[in-house]
């Protein structure tokens, strides 16, 4: 394999390598294992996870036993999580440089803010093996003047932003609401003030390093009051295989210890974890929306799924841990000037499609799929999306990750008003500017007709392979269905759940034969209102296995996560990269096709298991 052979000594030349692998995720750079780790120990565990013809051939510490200095990839280099640690585990490797197609925005903010370099220029391989040489100034050419600064400087800790900027223009012409909101927020050249900063323990504690090395003592937070922690990712890991085969327990409990820690020095809010050690108060994100995210704010979290709270109408965005630990001393973060991708979707959704249907047809689209909504921020509107919940408007928001978006956000409405007052009990009016201008300017605008959507699944190994599930002839026979995450540990999504498993239990159905179903509810809030209304009866009555808030499988952090490569799971979380929830296949899927294939034992949507039982189609 020409990877073993470079790792051996071998040079190859651009065109010997061959094609390059696309869509190298960040949870092949820095996979589980290495999470717990925030130093220099990353290194060995830097690209462990990386996946090429069905093997994994980069072992413990074979980047920095080869001396590669240099990384060449293909397109959408770093898609997945937010994680500082790929970058970093690549830099405390040896790595150098990083030559790739392009670059996913998070990764490459982060490897900026580190120190690391990258290039798209795919000339530049040749040209080191045959002895050239390359500056520095060949390199940040092309860059914006901020990121090429950053990097000048040895990284985001080492930079000396000039306060003097402009503001940024707006003009006198339309506006979208993204440009009025970042007006509001703007303080310095490049820079804007977040109303609220978050974190999760998984970055904590780097974070917390970083800061003690720069300050010491005299470490003072800004604004503490608006910095909100969260224990989320790990609050299951005592239930994990892999953490407990793998021997991580040590190292997660030493993560939610520094976590706590940093809280309770800096008298910062922590959402943490139960009382009994089993699961959390909720996901980061999804407790962001439900509890504090209000329309036109913005919001910075460590997780590449802060945008979950532009469904409320706000700018969220997620940032690496160098940058939030910047902004815990400064309340300042950068921002470019990304363009806005208009998603207009037009008519309404059919009986039996949601929104996470929707967000995997927008994956799939030519568009997203080949790159165009990297680094842009997506409004998504319309009728069908005037229709949506709050709830299911943040599915689309939260898998803006997924299509590469800086941002995305739904402009405020009656049902925002509604969310606000169900929720959290307050009264909300909206201020007349709280949405985007007729005319105004967009990168791009994708339409959508709702009315040709059906129940969508996406193919094992990226969120972008998706299709109709009618499309797919041979339906896979399943292992494991889980429905939970951010994505799917909503209200909404619960209630997608209750709608399938009520029927089957009125039907005398159960979980199939060799079917494990699990539910995991997104926050505390969910699994009361779940309680409440009734619903754990039917989820009990087939046989569910139902589990306390958290990241849980997602991240391969809890029950519902594969525990060998023959196993097939449907979910209904964000992203199946190889090895994102254990080493077997993940299909992903709505709520309502996860629930309806576990009953089935196999890939099927609602509909068609009504059908199968000779029950009146919706």
């Known amino acids: 394999m020409r990877v073993r052979a470079q790792l051996a000594g071998q040079d190859l030349t651009r065109d010997a390598a061959g094609p390059l692998r696309d869509d190298i995720s960040t949870d092949e750079m820095a996979p589980l294992a290495a999470m717990v780790h ?23 510490g074979a980047l920095q036993a080869a001396g590669i200095s240099v990384l060449v990839g293909g397109r959408r280099y770093g898609k997945g999580s937010s994680r500082e640690h790929a970058p970093l585990a690549e830099l405390s490797a ?22 690391l370099l990258t290039s798209t220029d795919l000339t530049l391989p040749d040209r080191l093996q045959q002895g050239g040489t390359v500056t520095l100034d060949e390199l940040l050419a092309d860059r914006p003047p901020q990121a090429a600064a950053i990097v000048r400087a040895g990284g985001l800790l080492r930079w000396q932003p000039d306060d003097a900027g402009p503001p940024p223009a707006t003009g006198t012409g339309p506006l979208t609401l993204f440009e009025k909101i970042v007006a509001r927020h703007h303080c310095s050249a490049g820079l804007v003030r977040p109303d609220w900063r978050f974190i999760h323990e998984y970055y904590t504690g780097m974070a917390a390093h970083l800061l003690e090395q720069a300050f010491g003592d005299g470490l003072r937070l800004h604004e503490p009051q608006t910095i ?17 085969a793998q021997g991580l327990l040590p190292g997660a409990r030493r993560l939610g210890q520094v976590h706590r820690a940093f809280a309770a020095r800096h008298g910062l809010t922590d959402h943490g974890v ?49 940058e939030m630990a910047r902004a815990f001393v400064t309340g300042r973060v950068r921002l470019g000037t990304p363009g806005v991708l208009r998603v207009q979707v037009e008519g309404r959704l059919p009986p039996g499609v949601a929104a996470k249907d929707l967000a995997l047809q927008l994956l799939a689209d030519p568009l997203v799929r080949s790159g165009g909504g990297i680094g842009r921020v997506f409004e998504f509107g319309g009728p069908a999306v005037g229709a949506m919940s709050t709830d299911e408007r943040a599915t689309l928001t939260n898998m803006t990750a997924e299509m590469g978006g800086f941002a995305g956000y ?13 929720r959290r009990g307050e009264a909300l009016t909206l201020a007349p500017w709280m949405c985007s201008d007729p005319g105004a300017r967009y990168a791009a605008v994708l339409t959508v007709d709702a009315a040709t959507l059906s129940p969508w699944v996406a193919r094992p190994g990226d969120p972008g392979r998706g299709l109709p599930l009618a499309a797919l002839s041979e339906r896979p026979t399943i292992h494991i269905a889980y429905g939970g995450s951010c994505t799917a540990g909503k209200r909404a999504d619960f209630e997608a759940y209750h709608a ?28 009361a209102h779940a309680q409440v209304a009734g619903w754990c009866a039917a989820f009990e009555a087939v046989g569910a296995t139902l589990l306390p808030p958290g990241c849980g499988a997602c991240a391969n952090g809890g029950p519902g996560a594969s525990t060998r490569p023959g196993q097939v799971t449907v979910s209904a979380i964000n992203r199946n990269f190889p090895g994102r929830s254990g080493p077997g296949e993940v299909w992903l899927a709505s709520p309502a096709t996860v629930a309806a294939s576990a009953i089935a034992g196999r890939l099927m949507a609602f509909d068609e298991l009504l059908a199968a039982h000779g029950a009146a189609v919706r």
């Open 274 to 322: 139960h009382a009994d050690g089993e699961g959390s108060e909720g996901i980061s994100h999804a407790l962001m929306a439900e509890r504090y995210a209000r329309p036109g704010q913005l919001l910075v979290g460590t997780d590449s799924h802060t945008p979950h709270s532009g469904a409320l109408g706000c700018v969220a965005f997620g940032v690496g841990t160098t």
């Open 38 to 60: 925030f130093d220099a120990a990353l290194g060995r565990h830097a690209h462990t996870g990386f996946t090429a013809g069905g093997q994994r051939p980069i072992g413990l």
């Open 228 to 244: 909100v922690c969260f224990e989320d990712h790990l609050t299951l890991a005592q239930r994990s295989p892999l953490h407990v």
């Open 500 to 527: 399938v498993l009520a029927w089957a239990a009125a039907q005398g159905l159960r979980v199939a034969d060799g079917v494990q179903l699990y539910l995991q509810f997104g926050t505390d809030e969910v699994r």
């Open 410 to 422: 739904v402009e405020p409405d009656a049902e925002t008003v509604r969310f606000i007052a169900e």
């Open 94 to 115: 040896g790595v150098r440089l990083v030559v790739a197609a392009s670059f996913e925005r998070l990764y490459r903010d982060n490897a900026d803010n580190l120190g």
